[in-house]
């Protein structure tokens, strides 16, 4: 019912950036939380970004200053803006959804009910 599709990552090098992009099939978009999240290899899956639907956002720590989450409601498509990146961002980056659009506990995994299936970021040194 709810399918999301990323787009946009790559090989960077360090300090270099990329726009990552989640289209999402939804008709109630506008209504749902978005959030990234992203797994390298060997570790367990983290929260990287989340938007509010009124465009209030929040980041880990490990992003912040460097990463920008943005979602455009028309085209139903959440970015993913990644700028000074660094080689322990490499991971797959994963695109959430959560159709409970109360902004709480933004940067848990279990609140969002939809997936995309990733797309490979890599930077190298």
């Known amino acids: 019912q709810v399918q999301l599709v990323e787009s946009g990552g790559g090989l960077v090098q360090a300090g270099g950036s990329l726009r990552l992009s989640c289209a999402v099939s939804a008709r109630t978009f506008s209504s749902y939380v978005m959030g990234w999240f992203r797994q390298a290899p060997g570790k367990e899956r983290e929260f990287g970004a989340a938007?509010?639907?009124?465009?209030?956002?929040h980041y880990t720590n490990s992003v912040k200053g460097r990463f920008t989450i943005s979602r455009d409601n028309a085209k139903n498509t959440v970015y993913l803006q990644m700028n000074s990146l660094k080689p322990e961002d490499t991971a797959v980056y994963y695109c959430?959804?959560?159709?409970?659009?109360?902004?709480?506990?933004?940067?848990?995994?279990?609140?969002?009910?939809?997936w995309g299936r990733g797309t490979q970021v890599t930077v190298s040194s």
């Open positions: 959430a959804a959560s159709t409970d659009e109360l902004w709480f506990q933004p940067d848990t995994a279990a609140r969002y009910a939809y």
């Open positions: 938007i509010s639907t009124s465009g209030s956002t």
